[in-house]
């Protein structure tokens, strides 16, 4: 089955610990993205990367890194420079085409929680 | 990208239809209306996505209105399985941009 798979669905941290998310997708898909979730709110954008060895910061990328080494393969590292890193965090994926106006497809998402 | 308004909450009996409201008096011609759906805990998933006809799949139709000012999500038989929240998104048709997602509607499907 095709798809994008985040690693691992929970996930504990001491405070001042860099932490690395994992992002691997099957779907051939070209660009990937990086959202942060809080409760009750909607998604914002952490990072994006349209082509391997290429990425953009998003809206709040202060405390975060990534790196887009292999197409399949978008990892986020939550470094100690993070003020609030505890969050729901989403990668997703979407094909480069034509017109520009395919859907992006969803992990599962991981939950952070730092104390 | 235009700013999208949803209802913050709705609640629907199940077996009846859910029409779920979006208002995007600001939406440019090149900007197209998608919808998606967050179950709780679980990643956006996304439902149905269109220009300015109307558009229907297995899961939704999308009406948008002739000056595509608003847009209406439909499930038709609505089930207790289709709890979740639905965020209404507009965005420029160019690879690589970003979606932007607000609050959503958290719709409730009542037994």
């Known amino acids: 089955d095709g798809g994008i798979t985040q690693s691992p669905k929970y996930l504990f941290r001491k405070e001042g610990q860099n932490v690395t998310l994992s992002c691997e997708q099957n779907?051939?898909?070209?660009?990937m993205y990086w959202y942060r979730q809080d409760p009750g709110q909607g998604l914002r954008l952490i990072y994006y990367?349209?082509?391997?060895?290429?990425?953009q910061k998003g809206d709040i990328a202060e405390g975060y890194s990534v790196s887009r080494e292999k197409k399949e393969s978008f990892p986020l590292t939550v470094t100690s420079a993070q003020k609030n890193p505890t969050a729901f965090y989403l990668c997703?994926?979407?094909?480069?085409?034509?017109?520009?106006?395919?859907?992006?497809?969803f992990g599962n998402g991981t939950r952070l929680t730092v104390t | 990208d235009a700013k999208t308004t949803q209802p913050t909450s709705m609640d629907c009996a199940e077996g009846r239809a859910a029409n779920l409201p979006c208002n995007h008096s600001t939406i440019s011609g090149n900007e197209y209306v998608y919808w998606y759906r967050q179950i709780h805990s679980q990643g956006p998933q996304y439902i149905i996505h269109g220009l300015k006809n109307n558009e229907t799949n297995e899961m939704a139709s999308l009406i948008i209105t002739e000056d595509r000012k608003s847009s209406t999500l439909i499930l038709p038989h609505a089930t207790l399985r289709d709890t979740a929240v639905y965020y209404c998104i507009v965005r420029v048709a160019h690879y690589g941009q970003n979606f932007v997602f607000g609050p959503g509607t958290r719709l409730s499907v009542l037994p």
């Open positions: 779907l051939n898909h070209d660009a």
């Open positions: 990367s349209q082509i391997v060895n290429d990425f």
């Open positions: 997703a994926s979407s094909p480069r085409e034509t017109r520009g106006n395919s859907p992006l497809h």
